[in-house]
């Protein structure tokens, strides 16, 4: 009777053992991709900011500011391995409706590590750009570590330093920050009294910016939770400022932050159990089969021997 009993654990601490890294695995795999039909809609709003208003040419200050951004999935262009999105951002002012830019970006990015792939027509405003590096998210079970960044203004990879853990609506985020020295991106000219310079005529100066850019990423999906940009644009001219073109921190407003946090639920719950818990779990009761298994068929022969 032990003996049967015996074989019968261990054909179930077989069954867990071989169960726990499937689930590790081909599971959890699975479950770990962005999706192909991935859609989303995101606000950031600026207080107090700064923008050159190039139809009325004039500066405005203290305004708010608001930059819509669309990011829908091409799912004629994605694989199972990789994701193709389009990006549409618009800012404008939220006070006058006033448009004050709009950009586009379009990239391939591996579903599961969320880094740039050199394919399907990347670009960035209609120009045709190879990217590299993190494109919009970041890993499943993002690491606290440096990152690099693909930045889309001066279309370099920046690095996306870790700087902490912090809480987010309640929910554990990973803070990174991405820092964008000084850069020339562009020439502008202008006319010398918009630049507050003497004489008549124009000038022609650089066009310089930087930013500061802050992820704050739930790290089981590698999903942004939410997202500041503190962006800076002027002109130089011979090296001095002459014109503040854009002075603004852009910060997720409370309904992207809540509806971001909502849509990463499933799988900061999920993901962790069939990745970790569940086969750590199986792990142990298979071994623990096994283990009793070999006690009852120890024991049962020594009954035997004994009879």
Same mark, same amino acid.
């Given at each position: &009777?032990?003996?049967t009993?015996?074989v019968?654990?261990?054909? +179930?601490?077989?069954?867990?053992?071989? =169960? =726990?890294?499937?689930?590790?695995?081909w &599971?959890?795999?699975?479950?770990?991709k962005?999706?192909?039909?991935?859609?989303?809609?995101?606000?950031? @709003?600026?207080?107090?900011?700064?923008?050159?208003?190039?139809?009325d040419?004039?500066?405005?200050?203290?305004?708010?500011?608001?930059a819509?951004?669309? %990011?829908?999935?091409?799912?004629?262009s994605s694989?199972?391995?990789?994701?193709?999105?389009?990006?549409?951002?618009?800012?404008? /002012?939220?006070?006058t409706d006033?448009? %004050?830019?709009?950009?586009?970006?379009?990239?391939?990015? #591996?579903?599961? $590590?969320?880094e740039?792939?050199?394919?399907? /027509?990347?670009m @960035?405003n209609?120009?045709s750009?190879?990217?590299?590096?993190q494109?919009w998210?970041?890993?499943f079970?993002?690491?606290?570590?440096?990152?690099?960044f693909? !930045?889309t203004?001066?279309?370099?990879?920046?690095?996306?330093? +870790?700087?902490?853990?912090?809480?987010?609506?309640g929910?554990?985020?990973y803070?990174?920050?991405?820092?964008v020295?000084?850069? @020339? %991106?562009?020439?502008? $000219?202008?006319?010398?009294s918009?630049a507050? *310079?003497?004489? #008549?005529?124009?000038?022609t100066?650089?066009e310089v910016f930087?930013? $500061?850019?802050?992820?704050? %990423? !739930?790290?089981?999906t590698?999903?942004?939770?939410k997202?500041?940009? /503190?962006?800076n644009r002027?002109?130089?001219? #011979?090296?001095?400022e002459?014109? $503040?073109?854009? /002075?603004?921190e852009?910060v997720?407003? #409370?309904e992207?932050?809540?509806?971001?946090? =909502?849509?990463?639920?499933?799988g900061?719950?999920?993901?962790p159990?069939?990745?970790?818990? *569940?086969?750590?779990?199986?792990?142990?009761?298979?071994?623990?089969?096994?283990?009793i298994?070999?006690?009852l068929?120890?024991?049962?022969?020594r009954?035997d021997h004994?009879?």
């Amino acid at each position: &009777m032990r003996r049967t009993v015996a074989v019968v654990l261990i054909a +179930f601490g077989v069954f867990f053992l071989a =169960a =726990a890294p499937m689930m590790r695995t081909w &599971m959890s795999s699975s479950l770990m991709k962005t999706p192909l039909d991935y859609y989303s809609e995101t606000v950031n @709003v600026a207080e107090g900011a700064t923008y050159f208003n190039i139809e009325d040419v004039e500066l405005v200050e203290d305004a708010t500011l608001e930059a819509h951004a669309t %990011i829908r999935a091409d799912v004629a262009s994605s694989t199972d391995e990789i994701v193709v999105w389009d990006q549409f951002t618009w800012l404008k /002012d939220a006070e006058t409706d006033f448009g %004050i830019s709009s950009t586009s970006r379009r990239a391939g990015h #591996d579903r599961v $590590t969320g880094e740039a792939v050199d394919c399907c /027509d990347s670009m @960035v405003n209609e120009e045709s750009v190879v990217q590299s590096g993190q494109a919009w998210k970041f890993p499943f079970f993002t690491e606290q570590r440096d990152y690099d960044f693909y !930045e889309t203004t001066v279309q370099e990879v920046v690095p996306m330093e +870790f700087q902490g853990v912090e809480a987010v609506e309640g929910v554990e985020a990973y803070r990174f920050v991405q820092t964008v020295e000084p850069t @020339v %991106i562009d020439e502008r $000219t202008l006319p010398r009294s918009v630049a507050g *310079l003497e004489g #008549d005529g124009d000038v022609t100066g650089d066009e310089v910016f930087s930013i $500061t850019r802050t992820y704050w %990423i !739930e790290p089981t999906t590698g999903s942004p939770l939410k997202v500041s940009e /503190d962006q800076n644009r002027v002109v130089v001219v #011979d090296g001095e400022e002459v014109l $503040t073109l854009l /002075d603004a921190e852009l910060v997720f407003d #409370d309904e992207s932050v809540r509806n971001a946090v =909502a849509n990463s639920e499933q799988g900061r719950t999920v993901l962790p159990l069939l990745h970790t818990t *569940l086969p750590i779990a199986f792990l142990v009761v298979g071994v623990g089969f096994v283990g009793i298994a070999v006690v009852l068929y120890v024991s049962g022969r020594r009954s035997d021997h004994h009879n």
